[in-house]
């Protein structure tokens, strides 16, 4: 299992983005971020299964196509973890990460 570690570049509220040319392929990748706001962080997990995908003659060139899908997905992920952390901090609830303070 090869090991990637890229810092996401904010390109709105919300949204992250990295290129990560090596999960363009086809089958499953384990991914762990992790999400640091102020002094609070959290590592969440996920699994990112790329299929492979169906042509037509219509869609003949889909590389582009996964690379969207893909970077929108990580993007969501993203978002999503920056939701949770932010509504936790907010009620004030622990992280839940060793050595954290709340």
């Not at 299992?1 to 919300?14: D, H, N, T, V």
């Amino acid at each position: 299992m090869a090991l990637l570690k890229r810092e996401f570049k904010s390109i709105a509220p919300g949204e992250y983005s990295a290129k990560l040319p090596a999960l363009a392929g086809v089958g499953e990748y384990a991914l762990v971020f992790t999400v640091i706001v102020g002094e609070q962080s959290d590592l969440l997990e996920t699994t990112l299964k790329v299929a492979k995908p169906v042509l037509t003659e219509e869609h003949a060139s889909t590389s582009g196509t996964v690379r969207w899908w893909l970077g929108g997905g990580l993007a969501g992920i993203a978002a999503l973890a920056f939701i949770v952390i932010r509504q936790r901090r907010s009620s004030g609830q622990s992280s839940g990460v060793t050595g954290v303070k709340a």
